[in-house]
């Protein structure tokens, strides 16, 4: 699907419909993040899992997106009001909008560790972690910019499901 043709509401809906040998629950319905949500979880595993994700949000999806953005097909030959152009600005936005966001994420765990002493510093990066950000790394790389739209769009789903159950 080239940027000229995409339709996100269309993409969306598609990307919605699709199902999964293990379903969105298996990930979003864990009983560590059902204990995370309920306060119930060790101070020792609360920190190491902050640790963890801020690796990733510190980290790795600031890599991502800056790949992502080099990735765009911005061209001369595209006059600013084209259809072509006006893609490239909405994933800009998009983009930027994340970046922004992951930024905030970020204060949020010293925050949290702030608030109830946790530790989030001279933690190891968990295999995980390590799999995960490299497979962003991979997507931003190597991948076509539908590639990483996609990616980050299943980023942001699971991340969406996953503060929705933390919140019940």
């Known amino acids: 699907m080239s940027a000229k043709t995409a339709n996100p509401s269309t993409l969306t809906t598609h990307l919605l419909s699709l199902s999964t040998l293990r379903p ?25 899992w902050l640790a963890q994700d801020r ?4 980290h790795g999806y600031p890599a991502f997106i800056g790949r992502t953005l080099a990735a765009i097909p911005f061209s001369s030959l595209d006059a600013p009001d ?12 998009v983009l930027s909008g994340a970046l922004a966001n992951v930024v905030r994420e ?18 190891r990066e968990r ?10 790394a991979r997507i931003g790389a190597e991948g076509r910019i539908e590639d990483a739209m996609v990616f980050l769009w299943a980023m942001e789903q699971v991340q969406t499901l996953r503060c929705c159950l933390d919140a019940r």
Request: charged residues 20%; aromatic residues 12%; proline residues 4%.
């Open 55 to 58: 690796l990733y949000a510190a």
């Open 24 to 48: 969105y629950s298996a990930a979003t319905e864990h009983p560590f993040l059902t204990a995370a949500g309920q306060g119930t979880l060790p101070p020792s595993l609360l920190s190491l």
């Open 82 to 93: 084209s259809q072509r152009e006006r893609a490239n600005r909405d994933i800009v936005r």
């Open 127 to 136: 295999k995980g972690t390590r799999d995960y950000t490299a497979e962003m």
């Open 106 to 123: 970020v204060g949020f765990f010293g925050e949290v560790a702030a608030e109830y002493g946790l530790s989030v510093q001279g933690w």
